[in-house]
């Protein structure tokens, strides 16, 4: 028996996603690369931390792209959110702060943890739904978008 490739799973699992479920594996990406920018440092490999902090920089870019130009108040406050988080990480990565990096990360497991409520409810709101009448998920964010596979974005370690 053959095991799927972890490449396809991954494709799938976006291809099927809602957009707060993409938006939840956007902020787990940057948790990840954050983690792992941490880790480097910590080993004192200045090289290889800059390398995730600049995918973490990647993905916290299109999470503020994604934000950006929708209306609402939500949005605009996840705006200013994203920008704050650009700036720090940006920030960190220049002046090598394990600080800002720390500020950053904490920030972002307290938005996944948001995230991953939200996904939550949304799926329970679905379930409850009578069979035969099948309804899409809330609309957490009015208008956030996803990553284009044009972007070259890889949530991939």
């Not at 938006?23 to 940057?30: I, Q």
């Not at 002046?95 to 409520?117: C, G, H, P, S, Y």
């Not at 069979?131 to 972007?151: E, L, Q, V, Y």
Request: glycine share 6%; with cysteine; charged share 20%.
């Amino acid at each position: 028996m053959k095991s799927e490739n972890p490449k396809s799973y991954l494709e799938s699992k976006v291809m099927t996603a809602s957009s707060a479920q993409l938006h939840l594996m956007l902020v787990e990406g940057a948790i990840r690369f954050c983690t792992r920018a941490q880790r480097e440092l910590a080993n004192n490999n200045e090289g290889h931390a800059n390398e995730a902090m600049v995918r973490a920089i990647d993905i916290i870019g299109e999470m503020l792209a994604g934000v950006r130009g929708g209306e609402s108040d939500i949005n605009q406050k996840l705006g200013d959110l994203y920008q704050f988080l650009f700036h720090t990480l940006t920030s960190a990565y220049v002046n090598t702060d394990a600080q800002k990096l720390e500020d950053v990360m904490r920030i972002l497991e307290f938005e996944r943890e948001t995230w991953q409520l939200a996904c939550e409810r949304a799926h329970a709101e679905v379930k409850q739904q009578p069979s035969g009448n099948p309804i899409k998920a809330p609309i957490i964010a009015p208008h956030i978008a996803t990553p284009s596979p044009s972007s070259g974005l890889s949530l991939e370690a």
